[in-house]
């Protein structure tokens, strides 16, 4: 088991839970806020039997994966920026860790822009802020060490592998402290002065699809420009800028 580390300058220890197997690290950090309060602290779990994505989808988790939910105390309410900011500072890392030239996908998807095909999912990212916590919970699941085989089938054709990139096994228990400081420093840093703008810039540098034609919810809606400073898609349609603020994205001739 990993110790108590210290996290990122400025932001107090967090602790930690851990279970071989669990039904979602997200709603066992849900439930540990609800016992205890706005903790520092992470559940993460060898593999998840019902973890779940953005909109309630199903988030496929066999052992191999990094499935980690952050605890984090915040000041205020949620901050929609957020799943990106996070996916900013996790794709910083794996770049600079790793090598791994990551992008987003909008609002919250990590993938690997593969030549001459659609792009990779690395992994996502999501945010739960309960009424009155005090607190945001940012689940974040990447596919480290995952065999193929054992991902579903209608996501095997699609998915990226970060072992498989880097073209060895990659250490879970590092990479889970990584994780951990970036979420954390990614709630820091947008609400430094300043801090949101520098935000909006990073990750609009990462953003996957600028310049292309785009669909939401199966609407073509125009031409993807970039993200506003509250984290909706902005895109351009007749001349004219239009914010998106949710919705499935899928970007032409992928």
Not at 54 to 76: A, D, F
Not at 153 to 171: C, Q, S, T
């Amino acid at each position: 088991m990993l110790p108590e580390d210290s996290g990122p300058v400025g932001l107090p220890p967090s602790r930690r839970r851990w279970s071989a197997v669990t039904g979602s690290t997200q709603d066992d950090a849900l439930a540990w806020l609800r016992e205890e309060g706005a903790l520092p602290g992470r559940c993460v779990a060898g593999r998840q039997s019902g973890g779940r994505g953005r909109g309630g989808n199903r988030w496929n988790s066999p052992e191999g994966g990094l499935y980690i939910s952050v605890i984090v105390p915040t000041q205020g309410g949620p901050d929609p920026l957020l799943p990106l900011a996070v996916g900013t500072e996790l794709a910083e890392m794996l770049d600079a860790g790793w090598g791994i030239p990551v992008r987003l996908k909008w609002p919250n998807d990590l993938v690997i822009a593969a030549p001459r095909s659609s792009p990779e999912k690395l992994g996502g990212v999501l945010v739960d802020a309960p009424a009155l916590a005090a607190a945001v919970i940012v689940g974040v699941g990447l596919n480290v060490n995952v065999r193929r085989d054992d991902l579903a089938m209608e996501i095997r054709a699609k998915a990226a592998i970060l072992a498989e990139l880097v073209g060895r096994a990659v250490d879970l228990d590092d990479l889970e402290q990584k994780v951990d400081a970036s979420v954390r420093s990614a709630v820091r840093r947008i609400g430094d002065v300043g801090g949101r703008e520098k935000a909006v810039q990073r990750s609009r540098s990462r953003l996957y699809g600028i310049g292309r034609a785009v669909t939401v919810d199966g609407e073509p809606v125009g031409r993807m420009i970039g993200i506003a400073a509250d984290g909706a898609l902005v895109v351009e349609r007749h001349g004219d800028l239009h914010a998106i603020h949710a919705g499935e994205l899928a970007i032409l001739g992928d």
